[in-house]
């Protein structure tokens, strides 16, 4: 196990509603990364937050967006949710922005129908 | 833009074989490559990095090189089992300054008893 842990594990969601996903870091790991990861794809990166602040983003709309609070913890949230949102997201938490080695999350599958 | 490439299509060994994956990028010259695994419905667990001055490195049955002049990465399973069946994935650091990671689409390894 990484130490990384997201909730929920899954949601179903409809089109047009607003969800929060959650992750809890490992400890010490003061950087998070958002992925979204179609099926039979790898993971796409949305956006990574360094001690509280964004710190890069992916080719997201606006309508995905974070938050990094003070433990490190991290949310992402998908507002105005469409069906091709429906993914696996994943968190991975470093110690460095750059990422070299990155401890991910089990994943959130998250369906928007 | 940059650009990696690994074989779409599944690798079927037989047990005890070495198991050879390969990843191809372009329109970059990236510091360093790493390679995860990821079992279906969880999240990618690191396994190895390589840096640009690394010509090869190694971990108990995992080998990796890295051709920065070819642009290419291979990843090796040597004596594979049925265990390590799964999606392998190879990552680059972005090349602008997000400091996201951006993975292939994964080779699927499945090795027969």
């Known amino acids: 196990e990484t130490g990384v842990t997201q909730s929920p594990t899954h949601l179903i969601k409809t089109r047009g509603q607003q969800v929060t996903l959650r992750c809890s870091s490992q400890s010490g790991h003061n950087t998070v990364s958002w992925y979204q990861q179609a099926l039979g794809q790898g993971p796409q990166f949305i956006f990574q937050y360094y001690r509280e602040e964004e710190n890069g983003r992916g080719n997201f709309p606006p309508r995905f967006s974070g938050l990094q609070f003070p433990n490190y913890s991290s949310e992402l949230n998908v507002n105005a949710l469409e069906l091709d949102d429906s993914a696996l997201y994943l968190c991975?938490?470093?110690?460095?922005?750059?990422?070299?080695?990155?401890?991910f999350g089990q994943g959130t599958r998250l369906t928007v129908v | 833009s940059q650009k990696i490439e690994q074989n779409s299509e599944a690798l079927n060994i037989q047990e005890g074989k070495t198991a050879t994956l390969t990843c191809n990028y372009t329109n970059y010259s990236p510091a360093y490559l790493q390679w995860y695994r990821q079992d279906p419905g969880r999240g990618p667990v690191f396994l190895l990095l390589?840096?640009?001055?690394?010509k090869e490195k190694r971990k108990e049955r995992l080998k990796v090189t890295f051709d920065t002049t070819l642009k290419q990465s291979l990843f090796h399973i040597t004596a594979s089992q049925p265990a390590d069946s799964a999606t392998y994935l190879c990552a680059l650091e972005g090349m602008d300054s997000s400091y996201k990671l951006i993975f292939g689409s994964g080779t699927r390894l499945l090795v027969r008893p």
């Open positions: 991975a938490s470093s110690t460095d922005r750059r990422n070299t080695e990155a401890f």
């Open positions: 390589i840096r640009e001055n690394e």
